[in-house]
Each structure stands twice: as structure tokens, then as C-alpha cells.
């Protein structure tokens, strides 16, 4: 069992920088592939970025790439999301996953553990 628990949302304005924060609990957390994904009201959940448990291999978005990159630092159990130039079209709540495939997918099917979600809200 993995529970996680994401911080670091928040306002910011169009332009603006955050980073989000995934700790994970567990002794295994190295054998996950991790991803972020959001949800904005009244659509349906979105991958973002993914890494592999290795943390050598990442996966983005057309939407995101090259604004947000996706980090893990597996002594510290946590994966990060650092999201740069946002827009207000990033405005969502943002969940990490946890798949216990160690290798990268997009599908939130194949995710096994997911956290609460984080707030991020982008103003113009």
C-alpha cells in the first residue's frame, strides 16, 4: 500500500512559477513510475508528466512540455512537479499517481495509488 499526499498548489498569476510536491510513503518507492495528472471542472482527468522509478526517463504533454518538468528524488520518497510560465488554462487540481509498472504510462488505469490532489488556480 502507497498512500500519497500532494502540496505546493496555490494562486498564482499568468506567468508565474510553482512546485508541486508528491511524498510518498512506503520502502518500494523507487519501483514506481510516478505521474501528475489535473483536473479541471467539468472535464475529464489529463496526463501531465510522468517518470520512470529509475527518475532516468521522463514523459510530458504537448500541453506542458517544455513549461513543467517532472523530478523524483527517491531517498526522499517524493516526486516534484515544477510548473513554469503557467496560463490560465492550467488552472486545475492536480493529482500524483503512483503505477506499480516501473515504466512510463499516460493511461490513469494504470495507476494503482493516487493522492487527494492540490488546488492550482492561474489568474489572467
Known amino acids: 500500500q502507497v498512500q500519497l499526499v500532494e502540496s505546493g498548489g496555490g494562486l498564482v498569476q499568468a506567468g508565474g512559477s510553482l512546485r508541486l510536491s508528491c511524498a510518498a510513503s512506503?520502502?518500494?518507492?523507487?519501483?514506481?513510475?510516478m505521474g501528475w495528472f489535473r483536473q479541471a471542472p467539468g472535464k475529464e482527468r489529463e496526463f501531465v508528466a510522468a517518470i520512470r522509478g529509475s527518475g532516468g526517463r521522463t514523459y510530458y504533454s504537448d500541453s506542458v512540455k517544455g513549461r513543467f518538468t517532472i523530478s523524483r528524488d527517491n531517498a526522499k520518497n517524493t516526486v516534484y512537479l515544477q510548473m513554469n510560465s503557467l496560463k490560465p488554462e492550467d488552472t486545475a487540481v492536480y493529482y500524483c499517481a503512483a503505477s506499480k509498472v516501473s515504466l512510463i504510462t499516460t493511461l490513469p488505469s494504470r495507476y494503482d495509488y493516487w493522492g487527494q490532489g492540490t488546488q492550482v488556480t492561474v489568474s489572467s
Open positions: 512506503g520502502r518500494t518507492f523507487s519501483s514506481y513510475a
